[in-house]
């Protein structure tokens, strides 16, 4: 099955510092999906993006979806010790309806005391 | 709030055991998934569900059953254990023709 190419696989940051990630496809997608996995618990989404070029804010996250429908980013600022974790990107090829999603391989992120 | 929740956080069995992951939705979801998280492979796809009864293969079946008998329950059976077994295993349930899964904590199998 595919699974989406996601970098960087880890990232050692600051606290303070912006964090940006991205997932890239061989093949098209028309949703775009971010979770982000704390420690022992299981993935939470994050953000959802539904348009090619579509930029979305929450709180100090931004995701874009890329305009060939074949990458998507995601942004934080302003890193806190909470943000600690695993981020996935998950695609899905229609809008709606019952389709699986495809995860990318996950980022994690550690932040250096 | 959703609750999507799994029957053990953490699991030690034997290889060759018949093995057991239960997980109960309580948000009426009709669709409803099994993944398994490895490191570096990210989250892959076991089976699915989108109605009682129904299962469909995802990207990595061999060696994996399921049942869903109930519209709140989804079964993830390992017929037969083995040490390449050892993994996170992640129940996810959404609504039928949406987008966003809601995960249960997920339950840490190691095959001895």
């Known amino acids: 099955g595919q699974q989406l190419n996601q970098s960087p696989q880890s990232m050692f940051i600051q606290e303070g510092e912006d964090v940006s990630m991205n997932c890239t496809s061989s093949?098209?997608?028309?949703?775009w999906l971010w979770y982000k996995q704390d420690p022992g618990e299981g993935p939470v989404l994050l953000i959802a993006?539904?348009?090619?070029?579509e930029l979305t804010s929450n709180g100090r996250l931004t995701a874009q979806f890329g305009i060939t429908r074949k990458d998507s980013f995601l942004n934080i600022s302003a890193s806190i010790p909470s943000d600690v974790g695993i981020y996935f990107c998950?695609?899905?090829?229609?809008?709606?309806?019952?389709?699986?999603?495809?995860f990318g391989t996950g980022t994690r992120l550690t932040i250096i005391p | 709030d959703v609750k999507v929740t799994q029957s053990s956080r953490y699991l030690v069995k034997r290889t060759g055991e018949k093995v057991f992951l239960e997980c109960v939705q309580d948000?009426?979801?009709?669709?409803m998934f099994w993944y398994r998280q490895d490191p570096g492979l990210g989250l892959r796809l076991i089976y699915f569900?989108?109605?009682?009864?129904?299962?469909e293969k995802g990207d990595i079946p061999e060696g994996y059953s399921v049942s869903r008998e109930k519209k709140e329950r989804f079964s993830l059976i390992l017929e037969s254990a083995s040490t390449n077994q050892t993994s996170m295993y992640l129940c996810?349930?959404?609504?039928?023709?949406?987008?966003?899964?809601?995960f249960g904590q997920g339950t840490r199998l190691t095959v001895v």
């Open positions: 093949s098209i997608f028309n949703t």
């Open positions: 996810a349930s959404s609504f039928g023709g949406a987008n966003e899964a809601f």
């Open positions: 998950a695609g899905q090829r229609r809008h709606f309806g019952n389709e699986k999603l495809t």
């Open positions: 993006l539904y348009k090619a070029g």
């Open positions: 948000m009426d979801h009709e669709n």
């Open positions: 569900s989108y109605d009682v009864k129904m299962k």
